[in-house]
């Protein structure tokens, strides 16, 4: 027989089979495991992000409303204080120009007496004498009906404004104090002497 022929006969060796360790099913299950505990975690962090963010973003939203609100009450209690005038010999506001000889809010001929009647200019110097019973700003706003603080404090507060509160700074400099608070926790002293005060002897 040939050489050839003899290797025909040889039985054809088979690989052996592979032997599986114990346990290589389950950890292909573990690391499954693993992988979908790592994306929950992941998911948890940005929902965390995402919660923390939102809650920043309504702050920082809450607090720049408040400081728009603060600036617009700020602004009209600052008209008050330029329009507030005794022209007509007691203190108050005259929306008509008539009422002061013409002169309208912010001149000069707007805030003293216009009358030469001297009961009226006494009346006004007694009030820049800031007496017990009558204060050229009324810092109580208790007596004159049509005083500066209760003007003040007829003004509507804004939705985030929980406090405005008007106390004398210095009375015989006629300086009052107001003091805000907002629900955001800022707050804002304003220190202003009303204008016709530059006109007390």
Partial sequence: MSLSALCSLRPRLRPPARRRRPGAGGSSILEVLI????????????????????????????????????????????????????????????????????????????????????????????????????????????????????AINAITLPSLITARTVVNDNITAHRLRINYTTSTGASRTLVLTPTVAAWCP
């Fill in 35 to 150: 992988a979908v505990a790592i994306i929950g975690v992941a998911f948890v962090g940005v929902a965390t992000l995402s919660n923390v963010q939102n809650r920043s973003l309504i702050s920082s939203t809450n607090l720049s409303t408040a400081q728009s609100q603060l600036d617009a009450d700020v602004a009209a209690v600052r008209n008050l204080a330029e329009t507030y005038t005794w022209c007509s010999g007691s203190g108050g506001f005259n929306g008509s120009a008539t009422n002061c000889a013409n002169a309208t809010a912010r001149t000069e001929n707007y805030y003293f007496p216009i009358s030469t009647a001297g009961t009226q200019i006494t009346a006004f110097e007694t009030a820049c004498k800031n007496t017990t019973s009558d204060t050229l700003n009324d810092p109580t706003g208790s007596t004159a009906t049509t005083s500066l603080v209760k």
